[in-house]
């Protein structure tokens, strides 16, 4: 039986990086808008999921064209997101 690899209280660069069978406990999970991380049977509990640099840029960007007027194309994408346009 395989051990899953466990994080705990530490902070994470998500960028490119691939986890399998991992649990990350408390850490803070940063993705900066590089390649997006993979995941393979990762449990996590109580995280902080930041988003910085080119990521911190494209939400400040999707709060602007919210903010213009474009509620329509940013709730598209949330609901593509969250599986609700299947």
């Avoid at 039986?1 to 902070?11: K, L, P």
């Avoid at 449990?43 to 999921?49: H, N």
């Amino acid at each position: 039986m395989q051990t899953a690899t466990i994080f705990n209280h530490e902070t994470i660069t998500l960028d490119g990086e691939r986890f399998s069978d991992c649990e990350f406990r408390d850490c803070r999970m940063i993705y900066r808008g590089g390649e997006p991380p993979k995941f393979d049977n990762c449990r996590f509990g109580d995280c902080d999921w930041r988003f910085e640099d080119a990521a911190a840029r494209t939400l400040t960007h999707m709060q602007v064209v919210w903010g213009v007027g474009g509620k329509a194309p940013v709730q598209a994408l949330i609901k593509a997101i969250t599986g609700g346009g299947r």
